[in-house]
């Protein structure tokens, strides 16, 4: 058993079955929320894995927690501290900061983590922002619109994965999309006690979607990718796909990666992984908002397909503060991902037709959702019903792959 630890906050199958590969057993110590430990049965799940030395529950998310619990554990020889989810990055960069390994800095994590704050540093900074305002009921958020006419979004500012995420376009739907908006249940993902209500309304910006994923070592852009994103129809921005690498023009590519990169020097973010969201007109990209941890959606997998190379790996070895060579600069492939959505009913019957599913180039597929339950239009991500991904030397034929694997997954519901 290993006396160097790494400290990992946020319980993932994914992540801990990568550390399973990379890392000696006994490696790893698990952090995570003891209400989330409970509801999602984590001490049985990490039984499965021998890199875990110990989990350890704890109200990691709350202000002071990392202090707290470098208190109990600086004894410990740590080589690096990862967070796994969006909720873990303050509490494993101070944690970092505590043990001298490397970490996106406290500071840089906690502009990140609060959207609000993130578009007033990054805007001090010359990065062009939506008009942005925090409201705190209806008649804010009617002000809001007054002053700022056309569509507007209405998003919390410490949230994750779509939740509370509302497009409005008609004015006259203003208060049922208020209403909408406070809707913020995730579940077994967090923990009882909630979280503070903090709401932005926000200009709505007309163009495409992008992200930026990239390693980053002290402050500098090491490797990146550019995905391209894609959404279900409705006032709820939810991703219906992602495609790895985005087709943008070179000079495109560069403007997206750029502007990531002065985002990084406004935070001040200095090691890690990123995730960074961008809408693009076609001319000025509008920093959406930016996450100093892995994106999900399989977006990771997506880059590893395309890339040809193993980015997780990649990732820990920074963190570990080894150094890297002979990164990729592009792809090698296309690699896509689409989500299968519901609609609002009761699922009588689903079809899958193996044929379609089963073609060379076809990566994966799930589907989540079974014969009885009652689902709904997409407004979360969780809300989603499974997924196919693809990966495919051209994008066209990507596209194709992935259009008729799609249509292979057919989902029916009863008459309400």
Known sequence: MSNRKTIVVGYSAAALASLQKLREPGSVILVDEPDVVRKRKIDAEVQKYSVVDKLIPFEYQREEAA????AEVRHLDVVSVVPIQEYATPFAARLAERFGVPGASYGASLIMRNKNRLRAVTKAFGIKNPASETVSNLAELEAFAASHPGSLIIKPANRQGSVGTVIVHDPSTLASAWQASQTRDEGVM????????????EQFIKGSEYSVEALVVAGKIIFSNVTQKDLFDGVHPVESGHTVPAALKPAETDLLVGNTQKVLDATGFQTGIIHCEWMFDGQDAYLIECAGRFAGDGIIDLIERAYRFDIVKCYHAIMRGESLTDLP???????????VGGRNGKISDIQLNETALTRPGIAYYSVTAKVGDTTVEPSMSWHRLGSVTVEADTSELANKLISDAIAGIQISYSTP
């Not at 202090?67 to 470098?70: G, V």
């Not at 967090?190 to 309304?201: C, K, N």
């Open 67 to 70: 202090d707290a619990f470098f």
């Open 190 to 201: 967090v923990p009882d006690r909630g979280f503070p209500e903090i709401t932005l309304a």
């Open 329 to 339: 600069v592009r792809a090698e492939k296309t690699a896509k991902v689409r989500f």
